[in-house]
Each structure stands twice: as structure tokens, then as C-alpha cells.
């Protein structure tokens, strides 16, 4: 079985799994508080151009996503999302599990807008019953989106700019940011630490067998944040281990460059899909594509290739998604393109 159902089936990029044996032997303290962590901060806030952000590392996306939201928010505040965003779909109530209600709203291509942000903060003042009601506090996007999409720079800058004139932080997803930064360059980590409060590389499915790097450019939510961190189990003991794979794919450029070959490989198979007539359930031009596929086509390749059902259309159709990522190997893509010419 061929594993394209996700972008982190496979370990680690071979310049991360290099580094890691190489530092085996190393002795450092623990908690993230070691001179490999630090290397790491160090590349990152100079990737970002941001020499006064706080860098924190944590094992996962969910991890990410509850601690700063956690942070951000007063206990009487809940989150603006995508009805489609992973933390309202994805993560079995974790942000709900911190106290935290998640506020979705309608999504386009799995996106909101500034507009939308703007409405229901309006709406929630102007409810006669608005103490009684869970305040909106931060909104919360993702980059890629969960159906692929990215945001343009000018949207990002919009959603920053109503953030902040309503005083609610900006937060955004970067679980598959590597991706993203590879097939949108205007959107860079430099423009990110200066339209976010909060952000995070991500690691986990992007090359490193573990981990996400959280950028704070926010000082109100970086207060005791490693409190956060410890209390809710986050706290890796061998810290060192982040940070010396994060310096990895970080410091020549690996994580942009590795992440483009993947998103080159996922566009192939979305064109070899579009060469067969099918439609596309979202457009993407990253490293996940979605395809609606007759469901005999998915049966013959579901024999070779694991892939993720998305939705069920009905009409004997079913939308797909295919993931590629960094270690994705040349001959099983090649293998996929010559059995979807087959399977039709």
C-alpha cells in the first residue's frame, strides 16, 4: 500500500534524521531550554525579521493550537474560525476541552474574510443580551487551509488589520506553512510576524519526525506561556530534540525548497485527474489536491493507494483528497500517475 492519505505518513527528511544521529550523544538540559533550542529561535526570528518574537516548541499542531488560544483569550472569550478549521472539525473539542468555545463561521473555499469578522463582532455588541454571550476574542485561520486553499496576502493583511482595530488577536495555523510559503513567496515569514499575533512553522508534516515552532510577536499572550505549555502536558523533556531538527531544515532552506518538490508532485496528480475529465472539489496549488472520482475509479486505486475520503456526493461519485510531502518518493508518484491513466 502506496500512503498518500496525509502528509506525515513517512519520517523524518533525510537532512532532519541526519542531524537527529549526529546529536545523539549530545548532553543538554531539558525543557526546550538548551543551546540547540536556542540556535533554532535564533534562525527563526531571523527568518522572520522579527529579533523580539518569542519561539516556543511544542510535539504537535493540536498542542499549537489550544496553547495559544488558551493564552489569548479571557474564560468568558471564544475563538472565530472556519466551520471548516481543524480546530472546530478536527481536534475532538480539544480548544473546547480549555474552556474555550470555537465561533464558526461560513467558509469560502475554506476561507473567512475581514467582513465576516467584522459582523459578528458587531453582532455580539449590539445583542441586548451580549454579557450572556460568549465574547469573540481572536480569530483563528489556517495556511494552507483544511481544503488547501491559501490565503493572498492582501486577505491576511485585512483579517490583521479588523483584528486589531477590534482588539482581538490574529492568529494563524502553519501546520502545513512550508507548503504554503513554497507556492505563495509574497506570503513570507517576515509578512507573517508582522500581521500575526501568534503563528506557527510547522514541523510535523513538513519534514521532522515531531514538532511546530510557535512564534509569538504578542507579549500580552506570551506571559507566562510556558506555564500554559507545562500545564497542559506539552513540555517536552528532551526539548533539544525540537530544536536541533528545527535548525535542520531551517537553516539552508530546506523547509521551503522540500516542501516545493512536494507541492510540484501534487500538482502532477491533479493534472493527471483533470487529463481523465474529473472536477476538482477545491482547487489548490500546494501539496494536498482534491478530486471528485467515480467511486469504481476509487475502489481500483483504494486496492494500491490509500488516499482520504472526503465527502460523499452521492450520485455514485466521492470527493478525495491526496496529500504528497517532503519525502514523498519520485516512484510512487510515478506509479500513481500510470495507475490513474489505467483506472478510468
Known amino acids: 500500500?502506496?500512503?498518500f492519505e496525509c502528509d506525515y505518513a513517512c519520517g523524518a527528511a533525510d537532512v532532519v534524521l541526519k542531524a537527529l544521529v549526529e546529536s545523539n550523544s549530545e548532553q543538554h538540559c531539558g525543557y526546550s531550554e538548551d543551546e540547540r533550542c536556542e540556535r533554532a529561535r535564533a534562525i527563526i526570528r531571523e527568518k522572520c525579521a522579527a529579533p523580539d518574537a518569542h519561539v516556543h516548541f511544542v510535539v504537535g499542531g493540536t498542542q499549537a493550537n489550544?496553547?495559544?488560544?488558551?493564552?489569548?483569550?479571557q474564560p468568558f472569550e471564544g475563538v472565530l474560525c472556519a466551520e471548516t478549521g481543524h480546530i472546530n472539525v478536527h481536534e475532538t473539542g480539544a480548544v473546547e476541552a480549555t474552556g474555550h468555545k470555537v465561533l464558526p463561521l461560513p467558509h469560502k473555499d475554506g476561507k473567512?474574510?475581514?467582513?465576516?469578522?467584522r459582523e459578528a463582532y458587531e453582532k455580539h455588541i449590539a445583542d441586548a443580551s451580549f454579557e450572556h454571550i460568549v465574547r469573540p476574542g481572536m480569530v483563528y485561520v489556517s495556511h494552507p487551509t483544511e481544503l488547501g486553499t491559501l490565503y493572498t496576502r492582501q486577505e491576511?493583511?485585512?483579517l490583521s488589520d479588523t483584528c486589531h482595530e477590534l482588539g482581538m488577536p490574529f492568529f494563524v495555523d502553519g501546520a502545513r506553512l512550508?507548503?504554503?510559503l513554497a507556492a505563495m513567496p509574497e506570503v513570507d515569514l517576515p509578512f507573517l510576524a508582522k500581521v500575526c499575533d501568534a503563528f506557527y512553522i510547522g514541523g510535523t508534516k513538513v519534514g521532522l519526525l515531531f514538532g511546530e515552532a510557535i512564534v509569538l510577536t504578542s507579549d500580552r499572550i506570551h506571559k507566562f506561556f510556558r506555564y500554559h505549555i507545562k500545564q497542559r502536558g506539552a513540555m517536552l523533556a528532551k526539548?533539544?530534540?525540537l530544536g536541533v531538527q528545527f535548525e535542520a531544515i531551517l537553516k539552508d532552506d530546506d523547509y521551503v525548497t522540500l516542501a516545493a518538490r512536494a507541492n510540484g508532485m501534487a500538482q502532477e496528480i491533479k493534472q493527471a485527474f483533470l487529463n481523465k475529465g474529473c472536477q476538482l472539489y477545491s482547487d489548490t496549488i500546494a501539496n494536498q489536491i482534491f478530486v471528485i472520482l467515480p467511486?469504481?475509479?476509487?475502489?481500483?486505486?483504494?486496492?494500491?493507494?490509500?488516499f482520504s475520503v472526503?465527502?460523499?456526493?452521492?450520485?455514485?461519485?466521492?470527493a478525495v483528497r491526496f496529500c504528497t510531502n517532503v519525502t514523498t518518493a519520485r516512484e510512487d508518484v510515478d506509479a500513481l500517475l500510470s495507475d490513474i491513466e489505467k483506472a478510468f
Open 178 to 180: 512550508g507548503y504554503g
Open 66 to 73: 489550544l496553547l495559544v488560544i488558551a493564552a489569548a483569550l
Open 295 to 306: 467511486d469504481e475509479v476509487c475502489d481500483r486505486l483504494g486496492e494500491k493507494y490509500a
Open 310 to 318: 472526503w465527502e460523499k456526493l452521492g450520485e455514485g461519485r466521492t
Open 112 to 117: 473567512i474574510c475581514a467582513a465576516q469578522v
Open 1 to 3: 500500500m502506496l500512503h
Open 156 to 158: 491576511l493583511q485585512e
Open 239 to 241: 526539548g533539544r530534540l
